[in-house]
């Protein structure tokens, strides 16, 4: 199936790019895949340079971050000695497409693999979890009582989803996007209640728009929500490409007009990137979405069908009479919102092992220098991915240029010299707007959009819809996963 859309996906990107007169040569150096683009035309690549330094190097965390840093250093390592920590049968399974399951077009076992099937050779792997760590001593124990020494770590551990914040759910527990979820699946995916942050949520979601499309062909006036809360998340953009697709489905089925979209963010955009955030302003207004700023999900009526939101906005010339002077204040007030589908994007945590050790912060996420991925206390500790503290978006397109970094640099540091590479924070969010159409919001630490190509990167295009259906998910299964992109 890869490789059959690998090629029919590059044909139509070749015949889309000539109209815009750009020759597939210089569509792929634009592209800037370096391996990839051989790994997409079939040219064999370049082999990296081989270091013969040697050290013991554990990662924690086997999801794609984890596995294409373990892949990237058993290429440039002469002798690698890898071992990497991870519980999770699926951990490496392309979470982006979830965004698709929930909207009908891909199944979830398109996008469910296996850990073994990509772990590269000569890596050793623990199925365990880790639970303790000693980075002065420089030992992990796991779950089952191990205890692992290393010289060098990578923390890429991801984070947990926290439905326990909302209240009236019944959870619990926090979960991963891919593992247990039955603290969360007996809830989450029945009365109209959905989220497409974990595996079985993805399908429920699917299920559910299709029930909310039926209730507006029978002439039923449907209200959907959706949410997104107020700590940072993966994918900013998910919680509005559901959106998009909620209504698109709704347009196919051509009973729009009986549906009422609304969209409820913690913050006071609708993307942090103010010419991302415009574009997508306009886009709500010609779709017809109601969006209502500063709202934080704090509890849902399961029976009522009812939301709550923590309404809270900025109160200025508050005098205080202990510092004597005007301050800023909070007002927050609880709003309710009846609901027939409700898109809940979870509050998002770091692992708790993880931020609540040595390594942590009180933020709980993974404190790194945010050019060199270097932990901030223990220089033998490299972190990347979801779980480490910078102000960037939690995307695998971070990971993409955040993993060659890691590696660059912690090979640098084990041969005793400077480390070369920088993350420039560069990171890409293709944003679903229809059954057709994608707008590619490429960015930076300069919060300016970054655009790979020469075209208007807040244009809604079809190039960029055969890029996420056809070639994003090999790209990343096989070239990221190889270490090779």
Not at 76 to 96: F, G, W
Not at 195 to 203: E, H, K, L, P, W
Not at 407 to 413: H, S
Request: hydrophobic share 40%; proline share 5%; with cysteine.
């Amino acid at each position: 199936m890869d490789k059959r859309w690998i090629d029919e996906g590059m044909e139509m990107l070749d015949a889309h790019f000539k109209r815009e007169g750009i020759s597939r040569r210089d569509a792929i150096k634009l592209l800037g895949l370096g391996g990839g683009a051989a790994f997409l035309t079939g040219a064999s690549s370049r082999p990296l340079q081989a270091s013969e330094v040697k050290a013991k190097i554990v990662i924690v965390g086997g999801g794609l971050a984890g596995v294409a840093t373990a892949a990237r250093l058993v290429n440039r390592l002469e002798k690698p000695d890898i071992t990497i920590i991870e519980p999770n049968e699926y951990s490496v399974s392309y979470q982006a497409g979830q965004t698709l399951v929930a909207g009908g077009i891909w199944s979830d076992a398109e996008i469910r693999y296996r850990t073994d099937d990509f772990l590269p050779n000569g890596v050793t792997l623990i199925r365990e979890r880790a639970v303790e760590f000693d980075p002065i001593k420089n030992r992990i124990k796991t779950d089952g009582g191990r205890e692992v020494a290393y010289d060098y770590l990578v923390v890429a551990a991801g984070l947990k989803l926290d439905f326990t914040k909302i209240e009236g759910l019944g959870i619990a527990q926090t979960i991963t996007s891919r593992g247990d979820d039955t603290a969360v699946e007996k809830v989450v995916g029945k009365n109209g209640i959905t989220s497409i942050y974990f595996a079985q949520g993805a399908t429920d979601t699917a299920q559910a728009i299709k029930e909310f499309v039926e209730d507006a062909k029978r002439g039923k006036r449907v209200k959907g929500i959706f949410t997104h809360p107020h700590t940072p998340i993966k994918c900013v953009g998910a919680p509005k490409k559901i959106m998009y697709l909620t209504d698109a489905r709704l347009r196919e089925a051509g009973v729009r007009d009986n549906a009422s979209l609304s969209f409820y963010p913690d913050g006071d955009r609708l993307f942090d990137i103010p010419l991302f955030d415009q574009a997508i302003q306009e886009q709500f207004e010609e779709r017809d979405f109601s969006w209502y700023a500063q709202h934080n999900l704090i509890k849902v009526d399961m029976e009522s069908k009812v939301a709550t939101f923590d309404k809270h906005q900025e109160v200025e010339e508050i005098w205080d009479e202990t510092i004597e002077t005007y301050t800023k204040e909070l007002k927050h007030e609880r709003v309710e919102v009846p609901f027939d589908l409700l898109h809940i994007t979870p509050p998002m945590i770091a692992v708790e092992e993880i931020a609540h050790s040595p390594i942590g912060s009180s933020k709980g996420w993974v404190p790194v220098d945010k050019e060199t991925l270097q932990h901030l206390k223990y220089p033998n500790i490299f972190a990347l991915g979801d779980i480490i503290d910078v102000p960037m978006a939690k995307t695998g397109g971070s990971v993409h240029r955040q993993y060659k970094v890691v590696v660059e640099n912690l090979l640098a540091l084990m041969e005793g010299k400077e480390m070369p590479a920088k993350y420039d924070g560069y990171t890409v969010c293709p944003i679903i707007t229809s059954l057709g159409t994608v707008m590619l919001a490429e960015f930076n630490w300069s919060q300016k959009a970054t655009p790979t190509f020469p075209l208007d990167p807040t244009k809604e295009r079809w190039i960029w819809w055969l890029l996420e259906l056809y070639l994003l998910k090999p790209m990343t299964q096989y070239g990221m996963l190889s270490g090779r992109i």
